[in-house]
């Protein structure tokens, strides 16, 4: 594993719980069966900073481990992912957990979400790297030191929106925009911010990620860019944006031009859609930056 990451991936870490093949969608005094369960490691920041690993980065997590006995299901899969451990365990509490419930080609989550994101003790001695990614814009906000230790160190910094009902409406979430320089929402994510009127103003761009549409990169100056995916037959959407992140910023980050790396992000993303789960074992993915990281790069 490596002495130094030169990407560092901070937020809440859990253990994913994920059903597959529900016979219905779960609704109020119904039971559901489903065909398959698989134990994981989960949250955006781990998921993104496997698909990191997978292509050849060299990465860091910052996070709590969930509680005994869901942290050593974690533990193992971070290893065996090769993404190195600045994570602290957590004590006292129930388990962070996700129920990831998969009806047809979409997923619905249930979340216990415990304590801090990040241990505060990880800020106060960050790491050093070369870029920071925050996989929720929760983290960010219930963190905004990160930020600030980051940028004292020099990186950039990448900020994933994570869907959050009560997050999403906060009046300080333009301000928290406009420090980071890379913003990545979904498309509903997007939406839901334009509805409340919140200003979308990172520092370089607001990438959005449009699911079988592909992505689009919205510059500072308002230009756009847009990289269509090819299709894929989809198996499980947990962890798709998180993996896509990982192959936008491995180009980015890598100096490859916004086009190349919205592919290499979409590329990431057929992978995940593909597999159960958000990261599982992954294999060497590498090979996704073949010459003009094409959108058919992951068939």
Known sequence: MMDSPQILCAGRIYCDLVFTGLDDAPRPGREVYADALKICAGGGAYITAAYL??????????????????????KEEMQQNNVRSFCEPTKGQDAQLTAALVTGPDRAFVTRRVGAAVPQQKIDDLPSAKHLHIGELTTALEHPDLISAARQKGMTISLDCSWDGQTITRSDVSDLIAKIDIFLPNEDEAKALERHKTRVEPKLATIIKQGDK??????????????????????????AGDAFNAGFLSGWLAGSSWEEALELGNACGRTAVAHVGGAGQLPDLSALRRVGFSAQAAQ
């Open 53 to 74: 690993a997978a292509l050849g980065d060299a990465v860091g997590l910052v996070g709590m481990l969930p509680a005994a006995p869901f942290e050593t299901v974690v």
């Open 214 to 239: 592909g992505a689009t990169a919205i510059m500072e100056d308002s230009a756009t860019i847009h990289a269509p995916v090819a299709s894929v037959q989809v198996v499980d959407t947990t962890g």
